[in-house]
């Protein structure tokens, strides 16, 4: 063996312990497309796993995009493996119509589809290899920062991500190249790593020849800078996710903990947060458009994966479209000046005369939702959430409505109608969150003592 393959093998082994790639006990699946890195990987760790004691297959996907091509691909992988004495599954998918009918980029839909499949043929302690190179990585640094990205992005393809592991990760793909020589392994070639209609093939053929006119070692630095911009960005998100914690409540997060937050913490933790709910890739747009409304403090957004961000009292909800709110049936009496609500909120009542209302009311006559006459609070109030079969008759409408109605008119999302407070004395709702006072309740010329509610 040579003092360059020593040189290669010893990288991918180092890369496999660095990261912890493949502990005792644990199988592996390995993505074989049939190409240069995916031969190389397979070929190497058929090699390590029987050294190991690994138990080890591979996983083919046939796209259907790439025609007589991609069938001949899939023959290859099948020889392949059956003169290697390695376990195949394959998969055949048509891609372009899952696409079409999914909404999806068609390369964004086949990414899904491989990792479903892999994910589909692991165990407990099953880790999925893939071939990425340093190569592959220094190009998504590249691809990112001409598309514009955050830190994140310029971290380039990580070694390890749950159970998907990267043992070429620290290996160029000229690396690739010379131990498949060695060892004298064939390998298909796609005909449209050459076309420069996709974007990461101008990249490839195009700049990263120029960058290594000007260093040869590119790759390198760039795995260099990666590193270092990884442990500056695991410190960051490691400090937001422990903040997240401390503004976690019952439905969602506390904005005043959100907002005590600098803007680099604050992003990280949006990040964070939207991923408990979906996988979905988030554009940086999206998570700057959640960070203002919390910065705001009111206000929705939709973002990747049909998740919404609602922010609203002193909480910013997170949840999937079409999820309803749990509405866990709660009731507490109404304690003045101050009633602590379940989900952590504080429910204030205020006594104001007449001349005080005027006062607040001519400052900000928005804040009018707020009053109601204080004569109709009573031994017997209390404060509650939503019941089947409420109805409720606004102020100024003339009408009585169900709240499920009312809800739907004003478009309160589903995941926050079960938290909406709402005051019920004498066997009616006179106050709902939002709404304010019902037609019995309201505050008119004759009133003489007046409430101000708020939550916060």
């Known amino acids: 063996m040579n003092d360059q393959i020593q040189r290669i093998q010893k990288k991918i082994e180092g890369a496999i312990a660095d990261w912890n790639m493949l502990p005792q006990g644990c199988s592996v699946v390995v993505g074989l497309s049939g190409g240069a890195d995916s031969i190389a990987l397979a070929h190497f760790l058929l090699n390590y796993a029987a050294k190991h004691h690994i138990p080890i297959m591979a996983a083919h996907i046939n796209h259907g995009l790439r025609g007589v091509e991609a069938d001949r691909d899939e023959r290859f992988v099948a020889d ?52 990425h190179t340093l190569s592959d990585s220094a190009e998504t640094v590249l691809l990112n920062l001409a598309k514009g990205t955050g830190a994140r992005g310029l971290c380039g393809i990580p070694a390890v991500r749950g159970n998907i592991i990267r043992p070429l990760i620290s290996v160029t793909r000229e690396e690739v190249e010379a131990y498949c020589a060695y060892y004298n392994l064939d390998y298909v070639t796609d005909s449209t790593n050459f076309s420069e209609d996709y974007t990461r093939n101008k990249i490839r053929l195009g700049v990263v020849p120029v960058l290594k006119a000007i260093n040869p070692a590119f790759e390198t630095a760039v795995f260099t800078m990666t590193s270092h911009l990884k442990e500056d960005e695991d410190c960051l998100c490691s400090i ?49 458009a959640v960070a203002g409304i919390v910065r705001a403090g009111a206000g929705s957004v939709t973002v990747a994966g049909g998740i919404q961000c609602f922010a609203q009292g002193n909480t910013l909800f997170i949840a999937k479209s079409d999820q309803k709110s749990a509405d866990h049936p709660w009731c507490v009496p109404l304690n003045l000046p101050e009633t602590v609500l379940p989900d952590g909120r504080r429910f204030t009542v205020s006594r104001l005369s007449r001349p ?51 809800f739907n008119e004003a478009k309160i999302a589903p995941i926050l109608r079960g938290n909406l407070a709402m005051l019920e004395s004498g066997g009616k709702i006179i106050w709902i969150e939002n709404f304010g006072a019902s037609q019995d309740a309201c505050v008119d010329e004759n009133t003489q003592n007046v409430a101000e509610i708020k939550i916060i």
């Open 356 to 406: 005080e209302f005027e006062k607040r009311r001519k400052i900000n006559n928005l804040l009018f939702n707020n009053f109601i006459n204080y004569d109709t609070i009573n031994c017997t109030t209390s404060v509650r959430n939503r019941r089947c079969g409420d109805i409720f008759r606004p102020y100024g409408r003339g009408v009585t409505k169900s709240l499920k109605k009312l």
């Open 80 to 131: 392949w493996c059956r003169k290697s004495n390695m376990e195949l599954k394959v998969l055949h998918v048509d891609v372009r119509a899952l696409a079409a009918e999914k909404s999806e980029g068609i390369e964004e839909c086949g990414r899904n589809v491989r990792y479903t499949f892999f994910r589909s043929l692991c165990g407990e302690n099953t880790k999925i290899a893939t071939a």
């Open 240 to 288: 937001a996710e422990e903040k997240l914690k401390e503004a976690a409540c019952p439905h969602g997060y506390w904005l005043s903990v959100l907002n005590s937050l600098p803007d680099a913490i604050l992003n990280r933790a949006v990040s964070v947060a939207i991923k408990k709910e979906s996988q979905a890739r988030l554009a940086g747009g999206h998570i700057e």
